[in-house]
């Protein structure tokens, strides 16, 4: 066990520091424009078996693997037409491309699938660490498994922070969700295995054609994505979600309640809301920050307000279902 991390504030010497860890095999946790990742040498054994221990996360669920720019992350898979026009519309951003792999991407990272899961991020860090390293980086989302994922550098302290060599601090995370995760395999029915902040509509037009949605199969096995269980995202909190618009209601005592927007007529100190007027991208950033805040706060059950299930709301709807499946 390592002692408390550091968390490094954005320098060019903090850069290279993480630079130097990660060179050496060692987890960092770093900030994307989705989520924090806990980053490992994606061609390092030695480094992603370590990603997997300390997640607590089983060999058979793939990772993401990330990349500093398109036509290197296209060198370990094989892409076509469709996930190059994504690539040049959507990279660097929160689009995670899933495309047969090709030899040079290691077994351990894929899980042994013959698919691999690519993405370019966005965050200025990020990159720059990306760039810096001229490696490929394997990252997860940095929270033991089947928790939230963490949107600030506390989270990954309170959590994993022990277990892992540095926190590079980006501040809060753009998004708040993890990306969409789509299957471009079959470039004529691309499938969404994971609802995030790029819509489907948003590929269907770059496309020209419709996209499909993965059904939750509830079961864990290397050909399902862990984004996929049922329950995942889940705080230890209970949850209870109620429909969009219906936040007339009587709290008991242990109960908070979480509403899309600022009440104005309902007044206690047990009411918490993701935005103040409703804008999705707010909702979106907020959701696993709150999560986690509260579920430090000892309350018996939470009661949140679901979204209006269109667009960004269809990826946050997702996250609160598999918060609250038991
Ligand atoms: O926003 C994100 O995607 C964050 C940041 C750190 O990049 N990462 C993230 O990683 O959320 P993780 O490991 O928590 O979720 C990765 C998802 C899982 O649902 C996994 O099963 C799926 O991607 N995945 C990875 N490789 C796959 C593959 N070859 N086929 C299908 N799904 C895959
Ligand atoms: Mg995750």
Redesign the pocket.
Request: cysteine-free.
């Given at each position: 066990m390592n002692p408390a991390p550091h968390i490094l504030e954005g320098s060019e010497s903090a850069l290279e520091e993480c630079a130097e860890l990660l060179r050496r095999d060692q987890l960092v946790a770093v900030p994307?424009e989705?989520?924090?990742?806990l980053a490992g040498n994606a061609l390092s054994e030695c480094a992603v078996r370590k990603i997997f221990e300390v997640k607590g996360r089983p060999l058979i669920?793939?990772?993401?693997t990330?990349f500093k720019d398109a036509s290197t992350a296209f060198s370990y898979v094989h892409a076509n037409a469709a996930a190059e026009k994504l690539a040049s519309h959507f990279w660097p951003g929160?689009l995670?491309m899933?495309l047969e792999k090709l030899p040079i991407m290691p077994d351990l990272v894929?899980?042994g699938?013959k698919?691999?899961?690519i993405?370019v991020?966005r965050q200025p860090l990020m990159r720059a660490l990306l760039q810096k390293l001229d490696l490929p980086l394997a990252?997860?989302?940095?929270n033991p498994f089947g928790y939230v994922?963490p949107t600030r550098p506390e989270h990954v302290a309170s959590t994993l922070g022990t277990k892992i060599a540095a926190i590079l601090d980006g501040g809060i995370c753009e998004h708040g969700l993890?990306?969409t995760?789509l299957?471009l395999r079959f470039p004529d029915r691309p499938t969404i295995?994971?609802p995030?902040p790029i819509c489907s509509s948003e590929i269907e037009s770059m496309l020209g054609c419709s996209v499909h949605k993965a059904e939750a199969t509830g079961q864990n096995t290397a050909q399902?994505?862990?984004?996929?269980l049922s329950k995942h995202y889940s705080p230890s909190t209970k949850i209870r979600i109620v429909e969009h618009g219906r936040t007339d209601i009587s709290l008991s005592e242990g109960e908070a309640l979480v509403t899309n927007r600022k009440p104005t007529t309902i007044r206690s100190e047990h009411v918490y809301w993701l935005s103040e007027d409703g804008n999705p991208a707010d909702m979106s950033r907020s959701l696993f920050d709150l999560l986690q805040k509260l579920d430090r706060m000892n309350y018996e059950s939470l009661i949140i307000e679901a979204v209006p299930e269109e667009g960004l709301g269809i990826a946050i709807n997702d996250r609160l279902r598999r918060a609250a499946a038991s």
């Open positions: 994307t989705t989520v924090y990742g669920d793939p990772l993401i990330h929160p995670t899933v894929t899980a699938l698919s691999a899961a993405r991020p990252a997860p989302s940095a994922s993890e990306s995760v299957d295995l994971r995030g399902t994505s862990p984004g996929q």
